[in-house]
């Protein structure tokens, strides 16, 4: 049970790590490489959505490939994840995911310890947060329940949409919101700002749990036609 519990830790701190990784790294590439903001944020979207889709399918069998507290929160309340696991998944994540930055620093030879000092608040930050942490969870969920060989795929995709539809560029994650705190390049968020976000991605993410209890809840008689066939 613990090199069980311990697989998992390390899957999602690990998972987490390369997700802001790519997501810093890719952001100070782009930056480098061009003054056009649009196109920059291009360069930072397309590695996001990709690399999203690589961990999801490679950590998914062994932790469910969370990466994100607000997906355990919604994980632990459904049941799919035992409410003594969700502390030690959510320390992981957030530690992962300043790691991640600092990693990012040294393979850029940029200073490894940084704060950000991009200001990102306002309403409509805020409701962009909400927005597409919901949007977020409705994906995971949704696939869960029809589709769950195309999690990682679905995923990917959405958050590669949602860089671009959302003020906010879609951080929809509380450890991912952290872990951008510690970087002053591309992607950074001041620390300031950080606790505002995590509230509206949380309320997003809750507000997308009860309304895929209605969307995806299975119908009375697939559930009968379900425990007969177990019967």
């Not at 790294?25 to 480098?32: E, F, P, Q, R, V």
């Not at 950590?59 to 969370?66: K, N, V």
Request: aromatic share 10%; glycine share 10%; with cysteine.
């Amino acid at each position: 049970m613990r090199q069980d519990v311990f697989r998992r830790l390390t899957a999602e701190g690990l998972g987490t790590a390369l997700l802001v990784c790519t997501v810093v790294g890719s952001g100070i590439m782009a930056d480098k490489l061009t003054e056009d903001v649009a196109l920059a944020l291009l360069g930072n979207t397309i590695p996001t959505g990709a690399i999203l889709v690589v961990l999801i399918t490679i950590f998914g069998p062994i932790s469910g490939a969370h990466f994100n507290p607000a997906v355990s929160l919604v994980m632990a309340i459904r049941g799919d994840l035992r409410w003594a696991e969700l502390a030690p998944y959510v320390a992981v994540q957030s530690f992962g995911a300043i790691l991640g930055s600092l990693v990012a620093h040294g393979m850029f030879d940029l200073e490894i310890l940084q704060y950000s000092t991009t200001s990102r608040t306002g309403g409509a930050q805020w409701f962009a947060e909400g927005v597409a942490t919901f949007g977020l969870l409705l994906t995971i969920l949704g696939a869960v329940r029809f589709r769950s060989e195309s999690v990682a795929m679905m995923v990917g995709l959405y958050i590669t949409a949602a860089y671009w539809f959302t003020a906010s560029t879609s951080f929809a994650n509380p450890a991912v919101t952290i872990g951008r705190a510690f970087t002053d390049t591309f992607a950074g968020i001041n620390p300031g700002d950080v606790s505002s976000f995590i509230i509206a991605q949380i309320a997003g993410a809750l507000a997308a749990m009860v309304l895929a209890g209605v969307l995806f809840a299975v119908p009375q008689d697939e559930a009968e036609l379900t425990a007969g066939e177990q019967a």
